[in-house]
């Protein structure tokens, strides 16, 4: 268990609403990532972070924006929610400082956006 | 581009062996990992070789030829629990994390 949390656990929102959802850890990882699953697809990264404040852009960050201004929480905003942005979103930590660290994942949102 | 390839799907029966293969063709090679998950539940972690060879881990065994831009997990004495997707990622020269789409892997009694 790496002591991650993800909240909500399922969301349903409707299109143009913003949606937050967040990320929890509790054993002071520097790494934290975004990612979204969807049928068919690898998982994607969204946004990652590699400090407090530290952030950037994933392979598929268009419609997101993300906020890290404690080391324990990650925040992924989807300033104006629309239905390709339905998914499940998983959070990752790692330890990694440039080196090939294992990440581990938080239990997902469930998010659908109607 | 960089594209990580395993099979969509793949059925074994209870107490064979099952072998799953992953192909790769990235910007760098920092590491290969594996990953099984469960359906509704999130991605743990299997394995990692960033050396050629074989590593052993109990029932599971992971197989990575750099020089071929390939992988496989094996996984012996099958149970009805190793039903799941088994997730391919390799670790670019950003050290990011790029992924397959999974194996899902059924097994028959």
């Known amino acids: 268990d790496a002591g991650i949390t993800q909240s909500p656990r399922h969301k349903v929102t409707e299109t143009g609403t913003p949606v937050t959802l967040r990320c929890h850890q509790t054993?002071?990882?520097?790494?934290m990532y975004w990612y979204r699953q969807d049928p068919g697809h690898g998982l994607r990264l969204i946004h990652y972070?590699?400090?407090?404040?530290?952030?950037d852009k994933g392979e598929v960050s268009d419609g997101y924006s993300v906020s890290r201004s404690k080391t324990e929480d990650f925040l992924l905003t989807l300033e104006s929610a629309t239905s390709s942005q339905t998914s499940v979103y998983f959070c990752?930590?790692?330890?990694?400082?440039?080196?090939?660290?294992?990440?581990?994942f938080g239990p997902g949102t469930r998010l659908l956006v109607l | 581009g960089q594209n990580i390839d395993q099979p969509t799907e793949m059925t074994a029966t209870e107490g064979a062996i099952v072998q799953i293969n992953c192909t790769y063709q990235?910007?760098?090679?920092?590491?290969l990992f594996w990953y099984q998950q469960h359906a509704g539940e999130a991605p743990t972690f299997l394995s990692y070789?960033?050396l050629d060879g074989l590593e052993e881990k109990g029932r599971f065994s992971s197989f990575l030829s750099r020089s071929k831009g390939y992988s496989y997990l094996l996984l012996k004495e099958l149970q009805m629990k190793d039903s799941a997707s088994y997730l391919c990622?390799?670790?670019?020269?950003?050290?990011?994390?790029?992924w397959g789409a999974g194996t899902k892997l059924i097994i028959k009694p």
């Open positions: 990752a930590i790692s330890a990694g400082t440039g080196d090939a660290e294992t990440q581990y």
């Open positions: 054993e002071n990882h520097r790494y």
């Open positions: 972070s590699y400090g407090v404040k530290d952030t």
């Open positions: 990235t910007s760098g090679f920092n590491g």
């Open positions: 070789n960033v």
């Open positions: 990622a390799v670790m670019d020269s950003n050290y990011q994390l790029i």
